[in-house]
């Protein structure tokens, strides 16, 4: 692609705080660095904010709140259908800037920009069917049960999916009328700034949504002390989650947490083992790895282990790791320096350990690669649960391999962690998929299938890996609150 035409894109992104309608400096014009993964260059400066700007952000969101919120759901969805169309129109340049500021390839950021766009249009119309109750009452009065917004929501957001991660909050955030601030991840602030732009072009009204970049501690810190944020919705590691749980304790905000995972995925002997390969290769190289829901222990039964494995290896030898602006490239750079040594430690523990490397195991050197942070995709054996791969989550290039014979001996040791987020497992056994289905403890089971996410369907954990829910009925009723009234009319 034309460097000049990357330059301008990223160029054209605003910089600055998006607060009440008006784009602006952080205090004392602070900025911090934003820096490609794929070569380690430093491509923009964005506003590097803390606590008074993270409270003038709330003020704008409350005041915005009762128009908006007195918007009828139809109005509210004509927004949301426009914002969608916004994103829709703009996905090529969007994804050009996810790329440069997040490394993956740019067939997968466009991908996850107009699942953005999907998710608004879904809530758009989902929220017309938000319907209340009426209870027939012991003695004749009127009994409604209503659904309300929240009010403000704070929205603190994770650098894997530096756009979906956002729509999929603010859509049913704002869909049924609450206003949100949103805090996205420092390593990826121009995706979020970009969609906030767009947002600003078709003329959502002032207050609505605000963005506020800069220090994560003290924006925290405000958004979770402040009696006037109601809601917290936050997707990250489960170590913050944690801490931000603690911290709402004490203003009793509802919460949203999507946390980290652990995905097993089991492939039982009488799975299709080509489907199975090809599956495991598409959703583990997806993002290269850097996915809550990514398969990060892969269970074979030890029958198929041998077959399996030679299929597998040579189909990880085709993934091509390059820059994501490549259009050949199956998967980019990891985001920091720091995912390549917990990688390198995880593997040098296992190693020691008895587990045999299969492919891959270091990071890319060469010309094209040295600047960034870039790693062989790599297959390891004999994983057993003494190493520390077997119960952290790993978020890069890597497949460990756990062999196991029999069903209970698979189900006991997939459910051996403290994450519940995803697991997939693959066999055609009717018995066998209503049996595991149902004793995995994971908020979503992909059976013969790698798609478990749709705006249609609830994401999300259990666990340490979090509750509440997004997309889905069920995502659209994590933003409200029930009220009920009796009304007496008899006089
Ligand atoms: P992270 O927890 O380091 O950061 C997430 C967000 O929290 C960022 O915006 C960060 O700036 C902010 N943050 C960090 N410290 C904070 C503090 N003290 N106060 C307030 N905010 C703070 O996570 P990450 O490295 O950006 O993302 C990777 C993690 O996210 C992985 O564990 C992954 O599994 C998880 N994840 C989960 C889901 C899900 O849906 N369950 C989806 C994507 C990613």
Redesign the pocket.
């Given at each position: 692609m034309d460097k000049t035409k990357i330059e301008t894109l990223i160029e054209e992104v605003p910089k600055v705080l998006f607060i009440n309608g008006q784009w602006q400096e952080a205090d004392g014009g602070k900025q911090t660095e934003v820096i490609n993964p794929a070569t380690g260059q430093v491509i923009a400066h964005v506003a590097n904010a803390g606590e008074k700007e993270t409270e003038q952000a709330i003020t704008a969101a409350e005041k915005a709140f009762p128009k908006w919120s007195g918007l009828t759901a139809d109005e509210r969805g004509a927004w949301l259908h426009k914002m969608a169309d916004a994103i829709r129109g703009a996905a090529k340049d969007l994804a050009v800037v996810m790329t440069i500021e997040q490394g993956k390839p740019l067939n997968q950021a466009e991908a996850e920009i107009l699942s953005g766009a999907a998710c608004l249009d879904w809530n758009a119309e989902e929220v017309k069917r938000l319907k209340g109750e009426t209870i027939p009452g012991p003695t004749g009065e009127l009994l409604l049960v209503q659904h309300e917004p929240l009010g403000v929501v704070a929205a603190?957001?994770?650098?894997?999916?530096p756009s979906a991660?956002i729509t999929r909050k603010m859509a049913p955030a704002i869909a049924v009328g609450n206003t949100v601030v949103l805090?996205?991840?420092?390593e990826t602030p121009l995706s979020a700034l970009a969609l906030m732009a767009l947002f600003d072009k078709i003329g959502l009204p002032a207050g609505v949504v605000n963005i506020v970049t800069g220090d994560?501690?003290a924006?925290?810190?405000v958004l979770t002390a402040d009696n006037r944020v109601r809601k917290l919705t936050?997707?990250?590691?489960?170590?913050?989650?944690k801490?931000?749980f603690a911290q709402s304790a004490d203003t009793v905000k509802k919460l949203s947490l999507?946390?980290?995972?652990h995905a097993p995925f089991i492939v039982f002997e009488d799975a299709n083992v080509d489907k199975v390969v090809a599956d495991l290769v598409a959703a583990k190289f997806r993002n290269n790895g850097q996915?809550?829901t990514s398969p990060n222990r892969i269970f074979v039964h030890e029958s198929i282990q041998a077959t399996f494995t030679e299929k597998l290896v040579s189909a990880v030898e085709q993934v091509k790791i390059a820059n994501g602006l490549d259009e050949n490239a199956s998967a980019g750079p990891l985001i920091r320096e720091d995912a390549i040594e917990k990688i390198d430690k995880q593997l040098d523990d296992a190693k020691g350990k008895g587990a045999k490397i299969l492919s891959g195991g270091e990071r890319l050197t060469g010309a094209e690669f040295d600047d960034g942070y870039f790693y062989k995709p790599t297959v390891i054996t004999g994983i057993t649960k003494e190493m520390a791969i077997f119960y952290e989550?790993t978020?890069g290039p890597v497949l460990p391999i756990i062999t196991f014979n029999e069903d209970d001996e698979v189900i006991e040791a997939a459910n051996d962690t403290l994450y519940g987020?995803a697991s997939y497992f693959y066999t055609n056994d009717i018995g066998r998929i209503a049996e595991v289905g149902r004793r995995l403890q994971y908020g979503m089971v992909g059976v013969n299938s790698i798609n478990i996410s749709y705006p249609q369907t609830p994401?999300?954990?259990v666990k340490h890996?979090?509750f509440g829910r997004e997309n889905g009925a069920q995502g659209l009723s994590d933003y409200i609150q029930v009220k009920f009234l009796n009304i007496t009319y008899k006089k």
């Open positions: 603190i957001t994770p650098w894997n999916f991660m805090k996205p991840s420092p994560a501690k924006i925290g810190g936050f997707t990250g590691s489960t170590a913050v989650g801490m931000l999507e946390l980290g995972g996915v809550c989550e978020f987020l994401f999300g954990g890996s979090g």
